[in-house]
């Protein structure tokens, strides 16, 4: 940005040392706290087998899945909505998906194209109605919290006469489309490692000598995706100025030209596509849809947004703070079975930390922005 | 600030080592995994009885679940249980399609595993389990039809306030089929709030005039409906019969607005399956076949002795 061969420095422009500038960032609340909970867990659950290869993979997969509806939640805050949808559009898109394939008899690659294209136009209806009403979106997408879940368990009563619809893994045999959701990559380094000693194997039965971890699940690549995707966008492209701007002040952004609610509606569309690779991800692996997937995913979003340092009034915040968010609440919320805690205090260690990273985050934003 | 963090940081470290401190034994280690939501009191007789076994065998037994009752998250605690490498597992088969992987693969690791409450025998085996400890759902949905139709019962409300849980719809359909008719709309998704519950309910018993029984799949959905009916001056008119006990419909058997209660014994269902693991772990010995809790029927005859045990070990 700067040019490096500057001459005299601009009395204007206060000077900040190299090492504050690299220090004081959105995310810095949400690596302290990943640095924190990782040192917490390994005194107190070290030898549990939290931190072998099969609980890595466990806790992972866990913040993997939070990872993903994170990305979507927190681009949309920053372009300063809400959408309290994603729970229920969880359930909805998992639930259309199997109904199609398993009892319309489409093949598998068509229903999940086509769920996706629906759910994320649902996406852009909301969107639009928050556009066009101009009521709060927390208002919008609350009203399609309902109105989803309640489509949900009605289709899937209606078509199947059960709330959770089963038989996806059959036909997601031999499938193209279905491996890119639900398979696994890696396989022959794991078998490598196994066979080195690095990681446990099945000791009995039918599958001794395979590795207890058989390779690394594409939910993880999708996560891991969606994250550099979403910090791409946001830091490294004009779009992303767009999404800052839009939800800093939208009047202002309105009048230096920014397509403020082009900018919103894709923002609502992005996050109905994260529920959806969630929902799809989650059908894969365990080869059935069911009615009550998601309850309350929405506000573990929005949690796994705030821990990373994003403003709830919108026009900051950072996708990888949102991802070290997404780390901390998978990391906690096993960790807390590894250490044989109490799991009922799960919540309460958890709102503990959300207010301890708000605080912590408040603080920091107050020393990058100047406010006081 | 920074001073205040800093305590609060080394108080949340404090109470996490006191609580794991505290859960620390050199006995063996099982986990008993449910599919209850936290909202769910029916579970309440599985954990004292947990505890009670517990302290008989000399072992620490775990009760978790997922707070929400998402069964997907349920699979994550079977995973994480078996990366812990705790010495048994024992697990309610919420659904066989979601759970069959990571119970597998507990298995397969060599961890014994006992299936309990929801699920069949047939599942239980497939899934390699040493064996299953419950009530067949269907077959208790039967017993209460059939006993219905003595009654002369041809119509009925099912109410489901679980209706995700695909064994809540059997218990629905086995009613309906051991009366003799289709289950159709006479199953109504109640949802866990009382209110709503009970307001359900009286929209369809004013649209419904006629409806002979009321089946309830459990306090969640008997309680509020118990009210409803007396709310409308149906007490003793309507043939009520409801699955498990509480205090709550222990005193309405009493008092003639419920006809019986289907009792699938949770204490057994906490307690039995730690016996046979602990058996299991120690001397390598257990039982051959499934162990059935239920059904057993609790009427106005049996009410006295159940009554004083009933919503701690009944």
Known sequence: ?372 | MKSMLRSVAVGAIMAVTAMAGAAHAENEQFVWISHGPDSDSWFNVIKNAINVTNEQMGVSTEYRNPPTGDLADMARIVQQASAAGVDGIIVTIADYNVLEGPIKDAVAKGIPVVTVNSGTVEESKQLGALLHVGQPEYEAGLGAGERAKEEGITSFLCVNHYITNPQSVERCRGFADGIGVELGNQMIDSGMDPSEVQNKVKAYLTANADTGAILTLGPNSAEPSIRAVKDMGLDGEIYFGTFDLSPEISAAIKDGTINFAIDQQPFLQGSVPIQVLTAFVRYGVAPSNSVFTGPGFVTKDNIDFVESLAGEFR
């Open chain 1, 1 to 372: 940005m700067t040019n490096a061969a500057q001459a005299a420095p601009d009395e204007r422009i206060k000077a900040v040392s190299p090492w504050r500038r690299a220090l004081i960032r959105p995310e810095l609340g949400g690596i302290c706290g990943t640095i924190l909970v990782f040192i917490l867990f390994a005194s107190i659950a070290g030898d549990s087998g939290m931190f072998r290869a099969e609980g890595i993979m466990n806790w992972t997969v866990v913040s993997a899945q939070f990872m993903i509806i994170a990305v979507g939640a927190c681009l949309l805050m920053i372009a300063g909505e809400f959408d309290l949808s994603t729970g229920s559009m969880i359930g909805f898109s998992g639930t259309v998906m199997a109904i199609l394939a398993v009892h319309i008899g489409w093949p598998l690659w068509a229903a999940i194209i086509f769920t996706f294209a629906f759910c994320v136009a649902i996406g852009a209806l909301n969107g639009w109605l928050v556009i066009r009403t101009g009521l709060p979106s927390f208002i919008v997408t609350l009203a399609f919290l309902y109105i989803l879940r309640g489509l949900t368990i009605w289709g899937s009563i209606r078509f199947t006469r059960q709330t959770i619809i089963g038989g996806v893994a059959e036909k997601a045999q031999g499938d193209w489309l279905a491996p890119v959701f639900g398979g696994k990559i890696l396989t022959g380094l794991f078998q490598w490692m196994a066979d080195a000693g690095w990681i446990a194997t099945f000791t009995r039965g039918s599958r001794a000598g395979q590795p207890i971890i058989e390779g690394i699940p594409m939910l993880l690549v999708w996560a891991l995706g969606l994250v550099i995707f979403g910090h791409w966008l946001l830091t490294r492209t004009k779009f992303g100025n767009w999404i800052f701007a839009s939800g800093g002040d939208a009047q202002a952004a309105r009048y230096v030209g920014v397509p403020v609610n082009r900018v919103k509606i894709l923002m609502f569309m992005f996050s109905a596509f994260c529920a959806t690779v969630f929902a799809t991800c989650q059908v894969m692996e365990f080869g059935s849809a069911a009615a009550d997937r998601g309850l309350l995913k929405e506000f573990e979003a929005i949690i796994c947004v705030v821990i990373g340092g994003a403003l709830l009034t919108g026009g900051y915040g950072s996708v990888i703070g949102a991802a070290l968010g997404a780390i901390i609440f998978g990391v906690v919320q096993q960790g807390l079975f590894f250490a044989n805690a109490e799991s009922s205090l799960f919540r309460v260690f958890l709102g503990a930390i959300l207010l301890v990273a708000v605080i912590m985050n408040t603080y920091i934003r107050r020393i990058i922005t100047g406010e006081r």
